[in-house]
């Protein structure tokens, strides 16, 4: 066994304090396998030791959540003895190294972490941050990360059925790929990973074990440099056959009184898995690697406990369960082996050719692992921005330009790669406020969306946490649906930088207390640190996918505008916030500003109004104002149906700053003008500010003495992507 | 009528059709996994869509080969009623049930959307409910939906009537603006030549039911229902 020198440790990601710690723990030297084994386990990716300390701040609790953060995925309850299990997760490094297979697989892992808990998924969402369109390698990564997320879902057969898609300069040598799955789950059969029973037979199955992904966990846990593209073969490698095999064959033995606990083999694969499930349990486990199920000969222990090989489960069953679980698994044609045994000893003991290869202390490597207070400090404030100071320009042609731009364009080019029909339940596709996805075989659906602004929170990351929720918060409402619960995802730089740390902190305090107000409990998780490259930090980038659920199907709205002659009524209030607004960055080349500020107690009572509204079925169509604010929302329901509107702007504030400020806390409702008295009414009641602004009709979109057909609106906001990428494909 | 839906280990699409064709019928259909090599007594076989033992050959080339695939074509030569849907079109003529290939989309993309079909033959057990010359919306969602066959053969199927659905524009004009994939002649399903057999890329049972935005596709099951009930 070769000697540990401070060049291997440095190598393992470990810092001299850590490894002074390692030898505490040990008692002695530890042997490379032991190493590596810390490495990984201490890692940021799999021991969250930067923001562990502030992720404990969040809310996770409400009477509806079952399961909160801590296990493979959050669990909620949505009555009828059913369960939705969802979590979105990052795998931004692997993306940008090798983007086909680091998305694919990223979508591949999340989908475990929701399957391993007893749940079918039913939908995948995801969250996508680009560099600039014209750094030269943007095309390649959206090309590649587009076709891998494709290539895996459709494949796997789970719909999926929106996301958001944001290209900054920031993310040029740090894409992000955040992906989420949205699973069904029968409330009194879920699967949780706590080991159980000494003696109880520690099993292996799915894809066999080889060589790649080998140190994924410590690669995402470092910033890039110039050699980053070297890193490629710690990416992993997806299989969605057997991953759809792997879903068919769980949920087939999970409808068996066989299992204990169970876990997928995420990132540190079988390190990672072993010991969280021995740990959460307070209990020890012997392996006999000998035994596990191998693609390539002659690796070492070393190289199969740090493996990331993909598609592979770990459980522990109940005893004389073996036969019952092997015959399923061979039903599928999926690799079944029990590698060992659960023991008391708290310690993990792992064999290789009959010799004991490592023998480490569990509770220090996974519970008890590192947590640091990192120092920090408050980013300062931006200035608000006046909008006597932001120039105006005529409102069709602005509205051209930011419906053409890369953030606001139609991101069908993408969509459209993904099947988002499959399983039969979609019932709102990619388009929407919310994708809305039924319950299969009854009249409940789901609403699920990912929001995240975050060129807000590069401004001002509090603010931008709060937005994020709210927004979250807002698109669900919009389709009718309660909110219920978010999961985060948060991408940040490297947190040993006291102002990144600073950002960390002022994001999840914002994102805890827009949960709070809300309701709006986070119950599951994941974080994403070290996106830099070179010193050059992403922009902040807390990604918040949330779910929320409508009692009836049928009583779902949607963006799209329904017919002529009905009221165009704005709930809440518009006064022209232009700070960190695309307006000013899209037609005045400025990125600065203070965000605009989000009233959390009014955002509450606006969603109620809202979904109570829907409910009683007084609003035909319904759309939250967001990106590029009023008119681009209108924009959006009129290209959406095909309806044009003609809206009558107030005299203050000013026409550029009605148009296109980014006022948080906004609602656009279609009303019949039969039912406006009743919503205008109710907006009073619940002290919501609501004002007609316009009719729809027509086949035109007009504002302000200036006017655009819907065509051309839809050329606008249709052309840029597939331009883009048609580039690619010609090869320039 | 009785119907059976064929399970490979990589169909995703088995689910989907059963429920529309319970809608239609029903009842369930009887669900056969791909290690069987008997199938039961049914009227109608539906080989569904998806990534039938992961696709990383050609598509659906090796479920061609399993056993089940045999039994069906059995049975197709004998005139029970066969669809193959997406994947299932794809098994069918790698079974050579069908004519001609499904090459990669022309833009060699995996493209989902809604599509608009002129239905181009009605004097079948598919397609009585509709009317030659329809125009209906099924959902596409493929990367090899692009259909093709040597030119002698193509004749001899617009001939006999073999064609069944052709991509056209909403007012149902056949041309390349309504094409999706560079099938040959537009052609989105296939007949063979006892029209026993229909193979088509588009999916009905994904728009047979308004909740999921249209209906079109009811018509095919409802269709099957009436004629062979």
Avoid at chain 1, 73 to 102: L, R, T, W
Avoid at chain 1, 612 to 618: R, Y
Wanted: with cysteine; net charge negative.
């Amino acid at each position: 066994m070769s000697r540990i020198t401070p060049e291997i440790i440095a190598s393992h990601g470990i810092k001299p304090d850590e490894y002074t710690r390692i030898l505490e723990i040990m008692g002695r030297e530890p042997n490379l396998t032991e190493l590596g084994i810390f490495s990984v386990m201490w890692s940021e990716h799999c021991s969250y030791k930067s923001s562990k300390k502030w992720l404990k701040t969040l809310p996770t609790t409400a009477p509806w959540v079952i399961c909160g953060p801590g296990e493979n995925a959050g669990i909620i309850d949505i009555g009828d003895g059913q369960a939705i299990v969802f979590k979105m997760e990052s795998h931004n490094h692997p993306s940008f190294i090798e983007p086909y297979q680091g998305a694919a697989t990223g979508v591949g892992g999340i989908l475990r972490d929701v399957f391993t808990m007893g749940a079918r998924p039913i939908a995948n969402m995801n969250a996508l941050r680009f560099g600039d369109p014209s750094h030269p390698k943007t095309r390649h990564l959206v090309a590649g990360v587009v076709a891998g997320i494709g290539g895996y879902g459709n494949c796997v057969g789970v719909p999926t059925v929106g996301g958001e898609t944001n290209f900054h300069k920031s993310y040029n040598g740090n894409i992000l790929v955040n992906a989420m799955t949205v699973g069904l789950a029968d409330a009194s059969n879920i699967f949780y990973s706590a080991a159980a029973g000494i003696g109880n037979p520690v099993v292996y199955f799915g894809s066999k074990t080889g060589r790649d992904g080998i140190h994924g966990a410590t690669m995402a846990s470092a910033e890039f440099d110039e050699n980053s593209e070297e890193k490629r073969p710690t990416v992993q490698v997806g299989d969605p056959f057997t991953e759809k095999l792997l879903i068919e064959a769980c949920l087939e033995l999970m409808a068996t009184d066989t299992i204990v606990a169970i876990q997928d083999m995420g990132a540190a694969g079988l390190t990672s898995s072993s010991f969280e499930m021995a740990s959460k349990g307070g209990l020890g486990v012997e392996l006999d690697l000998d035994l596990v199920p191998m693609r390539e000969d002659g690796m070492s222990a070393y190289e199969i406990m740090l493996s990331e090989s993909q598609e592979r489960m770990l459980m522990i069953l109940k005893p004389g369960k073996e036969d019952v679980a092997r015959a399923i698994m061979d039903k599928w044609e999926l690799d079944f082996a029990v590698i060992g045994t659960l023991t008391d000893t708290g310690r993990m003991v792992l064999k290789r050719h009959g010799k004991v290869e490592a023998d480490l202390p569990i509770d220090p490597l996974a519970q008890a692992s590192p947590e640091y207070d990192r120092p920090w400090t408050a980013p300062a404030k931006a200035p608000v921005v006046r909008l006597e100071d932001v120039p105006a320009h005529p409102p069709i042609d602005a509205l051209k330009r930011l419906l053409g731009c890369p953030d606001l364009a139609s991101k069908r080019w993408i969509y459209q790669q993904y099947d988002h029909m499959v399983m039969g339940d979609t019932v709102q596709r990619p388009g929407g406020d919310a994708a809305v996805v039924r319950i299969h075989g009854g009249r409940k659906a789901v609403a699920i969306t990912t929001d995240c602004t975050p060129r807000y929170c590069q401004a001002d990351p509090h603010e931008g946490g709060r937005q994020a929720v709210a927004e979250a918060y807002r698109n669900i409402s919009a389709t009718g649906a309660t909110p219920l619960a978010v999961t985060v995802n948060l991408n940040f730089g490297n947190p040993e930088k006291p102002e990144i740390m600073g950002q960390i902190v002022e994001a999840i305090k914002g994102m805890g207390e827009a949960c709070r107000d809300l309701d709006f409990p986070v119950v599951s998780g994941n974080v994403s640190l070290y996106n830099e490259t070179q010193g050059q930090a992403i922009q902040p980038t807390p990604a918040i996918g949330a779910v929320g659920l409508l009692a009836d199907v049928g009583k779902h709205t949607t963006i799209a505008f329904k017919a002529a002659g009905n009221a165009i009524v704005l709930l809440g209030e518009c006064k022209g916030w232009m700070g960190a607004s695309l307006y000013l960055r899209e037609l005045c080349g400025r990125e600065e500003g203070a965000p605009p500020p989000v009233a959390l107690h009014r955002e509450r009572r606006k969603g109620e109004l809202v979904r109570a509204l829907i409910a009683d079925g007084l609003v035909r169509a319904c759309h939250d104002v967001s990106d590029g604010g009023l008119l681009v929302a209108v924009a959006e329901m009129a290209m959406s149906s095909g309806i044009g509107a003609s809206l009558d702007a107030p005299s203050s504030p000013a026409l550029h700053g009605w148009c296109f400020g980014e006022d948080q806390g906004r609602y656009v409702l279609e009303v019949h003008p039969d039912d406006l008295p009743g919503v205008l009414e109710a907006a009073l009641a619940k002290d919501v500010g609501a004002r007609v602004i316009g009719t729809t009709g027509g086949h035109a979109l007009s504002v302000g003495g200036q006017s655009a057909g819907i065509d051309d609106l839809r050329t606008a906001h249709e052309a840029w992507l597939p331009a883009f990428m048609g580039a690619e494909m010609s090869g320039h | 009528m009785k119907a059976a839906v064929i399970v490979f280990p990589g169909s995703n699409c088995d689910r989907d059709v059963a429920v529309a064709l319970e809608a239609s019928m029903g009842a369930k259909p009887l669900m056969v996994w791909h290690r069987d090599t008997e199938l039961p007594a049914v009227d109608l076989v539906v080989v569904p869509g998806g990534f039938s033992y992961g696709d990383y050959l050609r598509c659906g080339a090796m479920a061609a080969h399993s056993p089940i695939m045999r039994e069906v074509k059995a049975r197709a030569e004998a005139g029970t009623r066969v669809l193959g849907i997406c994947n299932g079109f794809q098994i069918l003529t790698e079974t050579g049930l069908l004519p001609g290939v499904l090459m990669r989309n022309k833009d060699l993309k995996f493209i989902c959307k809604d599509v608009t079909l002129r239905v181009e033959n009605d004097r079948t057990d598919f397609c009585r409910y509709y009317r030659s010359g329809d125009v209906v919306r099924f959902p596409i969602a493929h990367a090899e939906g692009n259909w093709f066959v040597e030119p002698k053969t193509y004749r001899e199927m617009e001939d006999n009537g073999q064609i069944a659905f052709r991509y056209a524009t909403a007012s149902g004009k056949v041309d390349e603006s309504a094409n999706p994939n560079g099938s040959l002649g537009n052609v989105a399903g296939i007949y063979n030549g006892h029209f026993n057999v229909l193979g088509l890329m588009p999916h009905p049972e994904r728009l047979a039911e308004d909740l999921l935005g249209g209906a079109d596709g009811k018509l095919m099951f409802d269709s099957l229902v009436e004629a062979l009930s």
